[in-house]
């Protein structure tokens, strides 16, 4: 086993660091404060090839693959959490899904603009009342001669204000339960679909989220992904390459938090000495700093798996699972060891401790990724088969 990146991949994460630094921490504060998106920001970071880097070179990608983008998303993650979003909404989820399952001219359609971040991407799974339980969604897409006619709503769809194009997955037929279920290309900008933003949310304050509302939105049927019926595989294919990048964002916030308390505790003093020498503080750094690594660990694993092709739901479901539970736990300890200053909006910790909440639910919660665990354990349903 080799735990050292290539000489290229540690060159991929430095340049990620490099830009992090000098185009997003200098207004980060502003930026999350004023719930601003910054698409600028976002085409900068497509024109550099980030998003590129599980797309071959025929359809605008580099092929760097799924460790090149877990690196490059834990660095971006680490200075601002809601400029990781992309990497999803863009890369891991519309276009890789459509290089998996679409046709050659949807391929050539959508995933340049995609990767070069010319368009916003989405996708949109949740509804009201279809949460973890993706097989209980109610949207349905009823097909009418050359085009499916659709109905219904979406909850807590990212990027949902910004979107030029995203994933739609609904009903097709109502009878077959998981099996009626179908993905569909759609264009976000077509009569028919009303997004109403949700700014009112504890964290992720520069990432635009929405609800999607669907009144006969018409989607042509050449925009199906796969064949009727495979929208319910398709949707959990998609979540297996999103959830790596949700959990390395979690790597960077929970790596924020500890380079923010090992600054912190050697500059302030309480009882005549630095609070680092304290060993209660000294605990709870020594706590997240191996949590992190663990996690670290098991999620590089995931992207290595994913990097030479074999299957990895039951690795990305631990990634995931250990990587959001770590950005939880370190942020908790840093407002401990921060106190009243983690409080305020004086230090990142605020920020770090509201984001970090964040990727215990999205893509899939960390209940759902203990329940993907401990069923392979027990053997009632093999992740990888």
């Not at 680490?78 to 046709?103: C, D, E, Q, Y």
Request: charged residues 25%; aromatic residues 8%.
């Amino acid at each position: 086993m080799n735990f050292e990146l290539t000489e290229e991949l540690q060159d991929i994460k430095r340049v990620a660091r490099d830009f992090a630094l000098k185009e997003i921490a200098p207004t980060v504060d502003q930026d999350d404060k004023a719930h601003r998106f910054r698409q600028d920001l976002v085409k900068k970071m497509g024109d550099l090839g980030f998003f590129g880097c599980v797309i071959p070179e025929e359809y605008g990608g580099n092929d760097m693959g799924f460790l090149a983008i877990t690196l490059i998303a834990e660095e971006i993650a680490r200075v601002h959490s809601s400029m990781r979003l992309p990497f999803n909404m863009n890369a891991l989820g519309p276009a890789r899904t459509i290089l998996k399952f679409g046709s050659e001219e949807l391929k050539r359609k959508y995933i340049p603009g995609l990767v070069s971040a010319d368009l916003m991407g989405c996708f949109a799974i949740t509804e009201p009342d279809a949460g973890s339980d993706v097989a209980s969604m109610k949207t349905r897409a009823v097909l009418e001669g050359d085009h499916y006619v659709v109905n219904g709503s979406k909850m807590w769809i990212s990027n949902a204000p910004v979107a030029d194009v995203g994933l739609l997955y609904a009903v097709t037929d109502p009878g077959k339960g998981a099996r009626g279920i179908s993905a569909f290309v759609m264009d976000c900008k077509s009569p028919g679909v009303t997004v109403e933003p949700i700014t009112e949310k504890l964290g992720t304050w520069g990432a635009p989220v929405g609800a999607m509302t669907f009144e006969n939105f018409r989607i042509p049927k050449e925009n199906l992904l796969g064949a009727e019926g495979d929208g319910f595989k398709i949707c959990m294919s998609q979540l297996d390459d999103t959830r790596l990048g949700c959990a390395a964002g979690a790597l960077g916030v929970a790596q924020a938090c500890i380079d923010a308390v090992l600054q912190y505790a050697n500059e302030r003093q309480q009882f005549g000495q630095p609070i680092g020498k304290f060993q209660m503080v000294q605990d709870m750094i020594a706590q997240m700093i191996v949590e992190t690594e663990a996690a670290r660990l098991l999620v590089y694993r995931a992207a290595f798996l994913k990097d030479k092709g074999v299957p990895n739901t039951l690795e990305t479901s631990m990634g995931k699972y250990a990587s959001a539970e770590a950005a939880n736990k370190c942020a908790d300890f840093a407002m401990k060891i921060f106190g009243s200053y983690g409080y305020s909006e004086e230090y990142p910790v605020a920020r770090y401790y509201r984001d970090a909440k964040s990727y215990q639910i999205v893509e899939g919660t960390s209940n759902i990724q203990k329940v993907i665990i401990s069923n392979d354990a027990l053997g009632y349903r093999k992740a990888n088969r």
